[in-house]
């Protein structure tokens, strides 16, 4: 990858029906930053996730992920991981057969990277048992190894913690943090604003699909006023618009 | 071969087999069942293919073919049969990723779409495999030829082929169009239900070997698909098909199997990555339907009684699949009496008959069929809620036996008047077939219980639903009809009227019987019961 910005999005727009998922989005982030993608529920975050994997074409608007245009999937693809928000793993298939399907469909070998992981994460033990034995947290871990088994240049993680408990969700933010450290751009949506204030490098917020607060996470603070943390800055900028929009609700 | 393309096919080659252990793994625990019943199904059709292609082998082997006629219509109904079939599988499941996430970003979608009609394949050879095996294996024997035999094997797995990459591509399409269609998206149950019965009617009707069905055939025989009939029959002594029908066969085999396929796969991805229609949601807050409820005495009944038979109701309503197979007794009545009636010109007599038997089966099946699978996302709460199981149980059957017992009764008594049937045989027909409408629901809620329900169909449109399991289906009917045995008996004998009426007696009897016993059976069953981790 050159010098290009990990992402970047131009106009970015997706509509489905009548409704705007995405409006005219532009983005930039920068390799190897930790980007906190913040937003209320519905505000688009999920739908911009899966235009920059390449899971869903956008309705207008350009984009690039790891230097190449998501309108060319086979050359995105190699370069990024993705841990969507319910872990994709087979519950008939065993934690060590889940993980081998994966880097057989990338056709890697990672045999010894498995088992690295797998005792990174704890998961040694259960990883011959069948998943649909295994509790949220372990099914989160084993997607997160999918996603990293490739070593990408890009991760996107939709709401990696959530559900988890403290133990599961600090190897989560471990391995965020390690990757990161690493030169792995991790593109982080969540709704568990410390995480991001722990970890993001820049943070985005997404309001009806638009980009409405954006900037490192102490700028962001500063400028909503003394002693703020992410979560007044994120009801903050949420509010104005909530409040604007409730009557036209009504 | 590009390196590119062996890391496709071996992607494509790893997606088929993880697809297929999956299955193998779900039939082996938590679907064993299902497995059992389909060995036994399977050996008994295999004796079944078996002694017919035994025969069928040495009367051609013997005596030749006058014409090719007959293999190619058993070629051309095996196409379209196996063609609806993998179809209907690709739009309710096997054209729905699990984990779409995680493999389209691993892996290029052609491998996938080659690799889940690679796995549609092997399961297709899995369930059919050994009935076809013996079939072959007998006409074998028939003919006296291994070559024979080796054919017949080779050209119906390349049938096999066409007949998955054919349906998955049908399958696809009918996915693509139902998700980029606001009509369709809002009416897919409806729909649904009405296209599996039509395709039902149809396969009837041609079945039937009408006039207007012979007219639409006749001219399919002529073309290449058919000729798959004189290709399988190729190295069988005493035929000789003309070498321009084999030559046509093997064109049908060797370039419709990759370029239907490559069809296939680009609709797959059409599906997979497209936008699909979401019309704005409906107010639709209606309780039209539970109008019936009125109907029930409401001191009598419990709140929960009360609450599951509303709650099935509405839920049939809204999503009618859950209920095909309390529908599907009156398409089949509707079906035979056509086919009679195109038949033999007359309306067919025995319509009230059908009727008051469509309506036992209703009532049996339209609520009762898939008792703690049906419950799907709401089974913790409904475990956990305190409800008992008599309770719980009883909602589902009187639900059943508010629709079923009126549509049981008035059916057979408007066809009856319709068609001037004596009033007492009418009076017959409703009151036996309300009385073993009573058991019904008992034997369904232990049909359901010994073959559950639990894995979700995806609808076109995005909706995803929980059907009642064909197995449960098929042991359903076969209990009822242990029951029927002695109504049956002596309807078929004309015996008097005082044996008619111990038999119908006793039909009567063994429904409830059964049914109750099924019931009790249930209830035990529902009181100890401890949902399977999948579910929750």
């Known amino acids: 990858m050159s010098d290009a910005p990990a992402i970047e999005t ?53 984009a690039t992920v790891a230097g190449e245009s998501i309108g060319r999937r086979e050359r995105v693809t190699p370069h990024i991981g993705y841990l969507p928000e319910e872990p994709p793993v087979y519950p008939e298939l065993t934690g060590r057969e889940n993980l081998e399907y994966v880097a057989g469909l990338r056709g890697i070998e990672a045999d010894e990277r498995i088992e690295s992981f797998l005792g990174r994460f704890g998961l040694t033990n259960g990883a011959d048992r069948a998943v649909s034995g295994y509790s949220k947290g372990m099914k989160q871990k084993l997607g997160l190894i999918g996603a990293l088994l490739h070593e990408p240049e890009v991760l996107f993680l939709d709401e990696p913690t959530a559900g988890l408990d ?24 969540t709704h568990i604003l410390p995480v991001v204030e722990e ?5 985005g917020v997404l309001q009806d699909g638009r980009l409405v607060a954006e900037g490192p996470p102490d700028e962001l603070e500063e400028t909503a006023g003394e002693d703020a943390n992410l979560e007044d800055v994120f009801l903050n900028v949420t509010r104005s618009r909530s409040s604007v929009a409730a009557p036209a609700d009504q | 071969m590009t390196r590119e393309r062996r890391q496709l096919a071996a992607a ?44 069928l082998g040495s009367v051609v082997a013997e005596d030749g073919l006058a014409t090719m006629t007959q293999p190619r219509l058993g070629a051309l109904a095996v196409l379209v049969i196996g063609t609806f079939l993998v179809a209907q599988r690709t739009v309710k499941r096997s054209g729905s990723l699990d984990a779409p996430g995680a493999v389209l970003t691993a892996t290029s979608p052609a491998a996938v779409a080659v690799g889940v009609m690679g796995a549609e394949a092997v399961r297709g050879l899995l369930f059919l495999g050994l009935p076809a095996a013996l ?14 035999a080796a054919v017949l094997a080779a050209v119906a797995l390349c049938v096999l082929a066409l007949v998955v990459v054919v349906g998955f591509a049908v399958g696809m399409a009918f996915k693509y169009v139902s998700m980029r269609s606001t009509f369709v998206t809002r009416n897919r149950g409806k729909l649904g239900v009405v296209g599996t019965f039509l395709a039902f009617g149809g396969y009837m009707f041609f079945l039937e070997g009408h006039a207007l069905s012979q007219a639409i055939v006749d001219p399919l025989l002529a073309l290449p698909p058919a000729w798959l009939g004189d290709l399988a029959l190729a190295g069988t002594p005493n035929v000789s098909p003309q070498s321009r029908h084999l030559l046509g066969g093997l064109g049908v085999l060797g370039f419709g199997v990759p370029v239907v396929a490559g069809g296939g796969v680009r609709l797959a991805r059409r599906v997979w990555f497209g936008e699909r229609v979401r019309p704005a949601e409906r107010a639709d807050t209606t309780v039209a339907g539970t109008d019936l409820l009125g109907w029930l005495p409401e001191a009598h009944l419990s709140m929960t009684v009360r609450a599951v038979v509303k709650k099935s109701v509405l839920r049939a309503r809204r999503s009618p699949f859950i209920v095909q197979y309390g529908l599907l007794p009156y398409f089949a009545l509707a079906m035979f009496g056509v086919q009679f009636a195109i038949q033999d010109g007359t309306i067919p007599p025995w319509l009230p008959h059908g009727a008051a038997a469509a309506g036992v089966v209703t009532t049996g099946t339209a609520f009762a069929l898939n008792p703690i699978g049906g419950e799907e996302g709401l089974l913790p709460i409904t475990v956990t809620a ?37 009033p007492v045989t009418i009076l017959a027909l409703a009151i036996v077939g309300s009385g073993m409408a009573l058991g019904a629901p008992g034997i369904a809620l232990a049909a359901g219980i010994v073959f559950p329900s639990v894995e979700t169909q995806s609808i076109p449109g995005a909706s995803e639903t929980v059907e ?37 007696t006793a039909s009567v009897a063994l429904a409830w019987l059964f049914g109750w016993a099924g019931f009790r059976y249930v209830e035990r069953q529902f009181d100890g019961y401890v949902p399977n981790p999948d579910l929750l």
């Not at chain 2, 036994?40 to 035994?54: E, H, M, P, Q, R």
């Not at chain 2, 305190?386 to 719980?392: E, I």
């Not at chain 2, 009883?394 to 049937?421: C, F, R, Y």
């Not at chain 2, 029951?483 to 119908?504: E, K």
């Open chain 1, 10 to 62: 131009d106009s970015l727009r997706k509509v489905y029906g009548e409704a705007i998922a995405v409006r005219d989005l532009d983005l930039i982030v920068p390799q190897g930053a930790v980007y906190g993608f913040l937003g209320p529920n519905g505000a688009g975050k999920t739908s911009t996730i899966q235009i920059l994997t390449t899971l869903q074409e956008p309705t207008a608007g350009t």
């Open chain 1, 166 to 189: 403290p133990r599961a969700a600090r190897a989560v933010k471990d391995t965020i943090a390690d990757v990161s450290d690493r030169g792995v751009t991790v593109f982080l949506s």
């Open chain 1, 199 to 203: 970890l993001g490098d820049r943070v």
């Open chain 2, 12 to 55: 494509a080659m790893l997606v088929a087999r993880t697809e297929v252990r999956r299955t193998w793994r779900r039939l082996r625990t938590s679907e064993s069942n299902k497995l059992v019943a389909g060995v036994a199904v399977g050996l008994f059709y295999g004796l079944i293919g078996g002694v017919t292609g035994f025969f």
């Open chain 2, 135 to 148: 079939t072959v294996l007998g006409f074998g024997i028939g003919t006296g030829d291994p070559v024979a």
């Open chain 2, 386 to 422: 305190g409800v008992d199981a008599r309770s719980f149980l009883a909602g589902l059957v009187i639900a059943g036996w508010l629709v079923g017992l009126p549509a049981t009764i008035g059916g057979t008594i408007v066809l009856g008047a319709l068609l001037g049937t004596p």
């Open chain 2, 468 to 504: 009642p399991s064909t197995f449960a289906f098929g042991l359903f009917v076969i209990v009822l009809a242990i029951a029927s045995l002695p109504v049956l008996a002596t309807w078929a004998m004309g015996t008097g009227t005082i044996a008619r009426l111990g038999t119908a």
